[in-house]
């Protein structure tokens, strides 16, 4: 399999809990790290559009809650928690060399 991977953003530059909403692939992709570890989500919150890089992290459940209206889901795969049938996609990620790089799909 070819490897897809794309350099996103410094690893440093996304502290723990937080996001960070990178255009990348021709997609806005939002980049989250819990704890050191880095998931990444389409940016846009299939509800209304809203951004899901700004929204909050629950850490304990790694999810994301959007900001807008607060649909949450679950950085690993993407699945929404409130709105089970409107899951948002999420893509593969993988720390090279201090870059956060993602497979963006
Ligand atoms: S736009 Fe995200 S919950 Fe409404």
Same mark, same amino acid.
């Given at each position: 399999m070819? @490897?897809?991977?794309?350099p996103?953003?410094?690893?440093a530059?996304v502290?723990?809990?937080k996001?960070?909403t &990178?255009?990348?692939g021709g997609r806005r992709i939002? &980049?989250?790290?819990v ?5 990444a989500? @389409?940016d846009?919150c299939? +509800?209304? =559009?809203?951004?899901?890089g700004? =929204?909050?992290?629950?850490g304990e459940?790694?999810?994301?809650v959007c900001?807008? +209206? =607060?649909w949450?889901f @679950?950085?690993?795969?993407g699945a ?9 996609r999420? +893509?593969? &990620?993988?720390?090279v060399?201090g ?7």
């Open positions: 070819a @490897d897809n991977f794309l996103a953003l410094a690893a530059a502290p723990s809990g996001g960070e &990178v255009e990348l939002a &980049v989250f790290n704890d050191g570890q880095f998931y989500l @389409d846009t299939p +509800h209304r =559009g809203g951004p899901l700004p =929204g909050w992290i629950e459940k790694c999810t994301v900001p807008l +209206h =607060g949450e @679950d950085l690993k795969t929404c928690l409130t709105v089970p049938s409107r899951p948002v999420s +893509h593969p &990620v993988r720390v060399e870059m956060v790089c993602v497979s963006v799909q």
